[in-house]
């Protein structure tokens, strides 16, 4: 792999699809926080749903405060470790309110610091919400990055850094979307679908299916 393969397999991903987007439905910072600290072991779909009752009633640090534990549960109990999730949700809201103005903070620091938001979370929000130039690392992610051979490594940070280092300056905004997608449609776990995708010829994978 080189840069040459790199610029070619990113300016078709661009090409297909120029303005890509988070498949999880939200409308501010706030709730877009929310969505990826629900998001831990669960699919969008099912945030999605969560959210689509959640939002409508709830949607500001201090209205989820004022929602209590308990009553942010009923909404997110049709997801996994949602006992967990409504607690830091809850934590991290109180925090928002009392430190930071009820704002999502644009920086990796402060986001970290509150309950439940590990580096993957703030990535996305910092990538997402403010159009900084950083990439979340999923498993989709991380399964592409190592297949394709665009930037392998033997864990998430690794291939973050690499993946930062080797993505050409121009597609790196919309680049965490673009390798999410295909790790999520076309080049998927048990079987990749390499016969229907746009890079197969770029891509360094050794046993490709039809």
Same mark, same amino acid.
């Given at each position: 792999?080189?840069?040459?393969?790199?610029?070619?397999?990113?300016?078709?991903?661009?090409?297909?699809?120029?303005?890509?987007?988070?498949?999880?439905?939200?409308?501010?910072?706030?709730?877009?926080?929310?969505?990826?600290?629900?998001?831990?072991?669960?699919?969008?779909?099912?945030?999605?749903?969560?959210?689509?009752? *959640?939002?409508?009633?709830?949607?500001?640090?201090?209205?989820?405060?004022?929602?209590?534990?308990?009553?942010?549960?009923?909404?997110?109990?049709?997801?996994?470790?949602?006992?967990?999730?409504?607690?830091?949700?809850?934590?991290?809201?109180?925090?928002?309110?009392?430190?930071?103005?009820? &704002?999502?903070?644009?920086?990796?620091?402060?986001?970290?610091?509150?309950?439940?938001?590990?580096?993957?979370?703030?990535?996305?929000?910092?990538?997402?919400?403010?159009?900084?130039?950083?990439?979340?690392?999923?498993?989709?992610?991380?399964?592409?990055?190592?297949?394709?051979?665009?930037?392998?490594?033997? /864990?998430?940070?690794?291939? &973050?850094?690499? *993946?930062?280092?080797?993505?050409?300056?121009?597609?790196?905004?919309?680049?965490?979307?673009?390798?999410?997608?295909?790790?999520?449609?076309?080049?998927?776990?048990?079987?990749?679908?390499?016969?229907?995708?746009?890079?197969?010829?770029?891509?360094?994978?050794? /046993?490709?299916?039809?």
């Amino acid at each position: 792999m080189n840069r040459v393969k790199r610029q070619q397999i990113f300016a078709r991903l661009r090409d297909d699809n120029p303005h890509p987007e988070t498949e999880l439905n939200y409308s501010t910072p706030f709730e877009l926080l929310v969505a990826v600290t629900l998001s831990a072991q669960s699919t969008d779909v099912g945030v999605n749903k969560a959210t689509a009752k *959640l939002f409508p009633v709830a949607n500001t640090p201090e209205a989820i405060v004022a929602l209590g534990v308990d009553g942010l549960k009923s909404y997110i109990k049709t997801l996994g470790l949602y006992n967990a999730k409504a607690a830091n949700v809850y934590k991290a809201c109180q925090m928002l309110v009392e430190l930071h103005g009820s &704002e999502i903070p644009a920086n990796r620091e402060a986001l970290e610091a509150l309950p439940g938001v590990g580096r993957k979370t703030a990535n996305v929000v910092l990538n997402t919400a403010f159009r900084q130039p950083t990439m979340a690392v999923d498993t989709h992610i991380f399964r592409v990055a190592n297949r394709t051979r665009i930037a392998p490594g033997k /864990n998430v940070l690794e291939v &973050e850094k690499k *993946l930062l280092k080797f993505i050409p300056s121009e597609f790196l905004l919309d680049a965490h979307h673009w390798l999410i997608l295909l790790g999520r449609y076309t080049c998927i776990a048990r079987k990749p679908r390499c016969g229907a995708c746009l890079i197969e010829d770029l891509c360094e994978f050794q /046993n490709k299916t039809d």
